[in-house]
Nanobody, 124 residues
Framework: QVLLEESGGGLVQAGGSLRLSCAAS????????MGWFRQAPGKEREFVAA????????YYADSVKGRFLISRGNAKNTVYLQMNTLKPEDTALYYC?????????????????WGQGTQVTVSS
């Protein structure tokens, strides 16, 4: 059993920054790829970013490329999402997810482990 807990969400003005954190507990995910997804009201869950255990492979959605940065903690059981130059369209519930392998993918259905989500609201 892998437990993922997100933190760091909140309300921020457009142009501002937030840093999301995700801590894993239970079964280790230190050798697994991890990612961030988001879901806005009335929309499907969408891929944001993903990273391998050592950061040698990183993917970003085109909508966040150049503004968001995903990273792993030194202990590799944490993943961060630094979000800069936030826009109102970034408003969503942000989820942390972990894969069962170290292959980074953009498809939510291929991530078996999920957190409960943290809300990010960007005001205009």
């Amino acid at each position: 059993q892998v437990l993922l807990e997100e933190s760091g969400g909140g309300l921020v003005q457009a142009g501002g920054s937030l840093r999301l954190s995700c801590a894993a507990s239970g079964r280790t995910v230190t050798n697994n790829a991890m990612g961030w997804f988001r879901q806005a009201p009335g929309k499907e869950r969408e891929f944001v970013a993903a990273i391998t255990w050592n950061g040698d492979s990183i993917y970003y959605a085109d909508s966040v490329k150049g503004r968001f940065l995903i990273s792993r903690g030194n202990a590799k059981n944490t993943v961060y999402l630094q979000m800069n130059t936030l826009k109102p369209e970034d408003t969503a519930l942000y989820y942390c997810a972990a894969r069962a392998t170290n292959v980074v993918l953009r498809t939510a259905a291929l991530y078996p482990y999920w957190g409960q989500g943290t809300q990010v609201t960007v005001s205009s």
